[in-house]
């Protein structure tokens, strides 16, 4: 199984971008997808997670900014990212169904 990360860049702060992450190996339907992050120095946290039924869930410090979302007809989910903040900046993890993680992403919000 490959989870395949792509969209991140350098933007800047009010600024969006999105990531999407495309999976191989594995069909994504009916599972749990999610969106992670990391900064050097911190454990990696959750960002928004996507239920095989649709049902969404977002970190507080993303709430109203990022939407996730899935297209599983082309094994693939995705993190609209608006509002950027500096403090975005981050490597953007996907996983999927719990277990499988993907090559990061590096989003850069310059203020």
């Known amino acids: 199984v490959q989870l395949q990360a792509s969209g991140g860049g350098l933007v800047q702060a009010g600024g969006s971008l999105r990531l999407s992450c495309e999976a191989s190996?594995?069909?994504?339907?009916?599972?749990?997808m999610a969106w992670h992050r990391q900064t050097p120095g911190k454990p990696r946290e959750v960002v928004a997670t996507?239920?095989?039924?649709?049902?969404?869930n977002y970190a507080d410090s993303v709430k109203g900014r990022f939407t996730i979302s899935r297209e599983d007809a082309k094994n693939t989910v995705y993190l609209q990212m608006n509002s950027l903040k500096p403090e975005d900046t981050a490597v953007y993890f996907c996983?999927?169904?719990?277990?499988?993680w993907g090559r990061g992403t590096l989003v850069t919000v310059s203020s």
């Open positions: 996983r999927g169904a719990g277990i499988y």
């Open positions: 190996g594995m069909s994504i339907a009916s599972y749990s």
């Open positions: 996507i239920s095989g039924g649709g049902t969404t």
